[in-house]
């Protein structure tokens, strides 16, 4: 481990003459001891040059999620010179605010964490400044005048995917010529107060408000889950017969609305009952957008690990980093999935 208090040259000139010794045999010790203590040295040196990252991951409540931790799991290896401390939060803001004090009191090198809500990270992040650990959000953003709590941010734009999901519904309904016709449309929100949540509500709510005729009956958070999705969709079938159009801010959720849905005698899709927009995009939501289920998908990358070791590999060497860093996402549709599902791993 790179610590922060190095061991003093003293100290490693007497382990180098002390393996010395053993080596030629001065010593009291056979030489199989001699190599067992030199190889012991060596990964301990090794250690040393590691460069220390605690891992804050707000949690495992999407498929979209368990990639993304995949993803900086397989990029902060020991190959690559890294020791990963990481720790799952379980959607709860007080589980990454005590991971991040454990990280600041373990010395690492760094701190990259994805926050769970945008606010409410003041304190925390002001004592990992105070300790000179550099702070790299991932993923998600904060919400914070004070810009000097974290280094750099790597993630997706979530007011962008809002933007994008309005603008192909405004397409579609041209193209289908119901441009015109008051359109009803429900939305399972994530998370409450997650930059994910808050960015794709107010991206899609950008579009939908040059049109006097989108009518939003309803929009309530599902949390990103599956089970919720499924159980606020449930509602919203009782409350209203007349949903044109659902907008479902992440996969799991649309799995768990399709449940509902089936339950209902409700169907989705090109030549469904109900208009289906969802986002994340993972192998199985693409599959549905093949089959013509979900309309459109706007995908939402968690492939992030690598840009956050390439922004730690910056720091490292001195260059300069911006502030932001957005990691490239397209639109899935049935026109252009077949191009993409083959090479989705997750
Ligand atoms: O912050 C990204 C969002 O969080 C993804 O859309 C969702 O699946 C996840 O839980």
């Not at 180098?16 to 080596?23: D, E, K, T, W």
């Not at 003041?122 to 105070?130: D, P």
Request: proline share 2%; charged share 25%.
């Amino acid at each position: 481990m790179r610590m922060r208090s190095k061991p003093s040259i003293l100290m490693k000139a007497a382990s180098v003459f002390l393996v010395l010794l053993l080596a030629t045999g001065c010593g009291a010790f056979d030489s199989g001891v001699a190599k067992e203590y030199a190889a012991g040295n060596a990964e301990a040196e090794d250690e040393e040059e590691l460069i220390t990252v605690g891992f804050s991951q707000l949690g495992s409540e999407s498929v979209w999620r368990s990639a993304n931790t995949e993803s900086v799991k397989n990029a902060f290896t020991r190959q690559n010179g890294f020791l990963l401390e990481f720790n799952n939060a379980r959607q709860k803001q007080e589980n990454q605010i005590k991971a991040i004090r454990g990280f600041i009191s373990q010395r690492v090198d760094y701190i990259v964490f994805s926050p769970v809500t945008e606010t409410g990270w003041e304190t925390v992040l002001q004592e990992a400044r105070s300790a000179g650990i550099p702070v790299i959000l991932v993923d998600r953003k904060i919400s914070s005048p004070n810009e000097n709590l974290y280094t750099t941010w790597v993630g997706t734009d979530a007011r962008a995917e809002g933007e994008k999901a309005g603008l192909w519904l405004e397409q579609y309904l041209v193209g289908k010529n119901i441009s015109s016709k008051p359109i009803n449309i429900v939305v399972l929100q994530g998370t409450t107060g997650s930059s994910a949540q808050l960015g794709r509500t107010m991206g899609f709510d950008s579009i939908a408000d040059r049109h006097g005729n989108w009518n939003i009956l309803a929009q309530q958070s599902a949390d990103f889950t599956a089970a919720k999705g499924k159980e606020v969709m449930s509602e919203f079938l009782k409350k209203y017969d007349d949903i044109d159009v659902v907008i479902s801010q992440n996969d799991d959720m649309t799995f768990g609305a399709l449940d509902a849905m089936k339950e209902a005698g409700v169907t989705s899709g090109e030549n469904g009952d109900i208009i289906l927009i969802s986002f994340d995009a993972v192998h199985e939501a693409l599959e549905l957008v093949q089959q013509g289920i979900i309309n459109v998908d706007v995908e939402c990358n968690p492939d992030q690990g690598e840009y956050i070791m390439d922004v730690i590999r910056r720091i490292e060497r001195g260059e300069h980093v911006e502030k932001e860093n957005v990691v490239e996402e397209h639109v899935f549709t049935k026109d252009n999935v077949n191009e993409y599902i083959d090479s989705r791993t997750y």
